[in-house]
């Protein structure tokens, strides 16, 4: 684990390639935590038949730290890389998918109309009386005046 006063250039001068990618440092923590609960243990041991190692969410916690508190680009480049590597063991089976066929485009009618037999079926249906609900509400709001005084 690099120091803060390590010999790596401590002030970013440039904008880091996919920063984006870093959570806030409290979701690291929040994960190390869930990760490492009884109930996930449990949880990890039904599921996967062992205990899963979490010592990659404290890892990435610190290394958050020191980016967000020291500007440590070390820490930054580690923390980036840990969220590329955990983003590829996510999709690796849709990737790995050969069943469904992928598309360039969507299907030519796929804001087509509904049939009127299932507009008839879903005319009472509580997503609709909601969705209508909420034009209504929408539609209030919208014709009110609403002055404010600076």
């Not at 390590?6 to 870093?22: G, H």
């Not at 243990?41 to 899963?52: N, V």
């Not at 480049?77 to 999709?91: A, G, H, P, Q, W």
Request: aromatic share 10%; proline share 5%; with cysteine.
């Amino acid at each position: 684990m690099p120091e803060p006063n390590s010999a790596v250039e401590n002030v970013p001068e440039e904008e880091i390639k996919d920063e984006w990618l870093i959570r806030p440092c409290v979701v690291y923590k929040e994960e190390y935590a869930d990760c490492t609960s009884i109930k996930a243990r449990f949880h990890q041991y039904f599921i996967h038949g062992e205990i899963l190692d979490c010592k990659q969410w404290k890892i990435d916690y610190e290394n958050c730290n020191l980016w967000t508190e020291h500007k440590n680009k070390k820490a930054c480049y580690e923390l980036i890389n840990s969220e590329k590597t955990r983003r590829v063991n996510r999709l690796k089976d849709h990737y790995k998918n050969d069943i469904w066929e992928r598309r360039d485009k969507p299907p030519e009618n796929w804001n087509a109309p509904l049939p009127k037999w299932l507009e008839e079926r879903n005319s009472n249906s509580y997503l609709k009386i909601v969705n209508e609900k909420l034009k209504e509400t929408k539609n209030e709001i919208a014709n009110r005046n609403f002055c404010t005084i600076m």
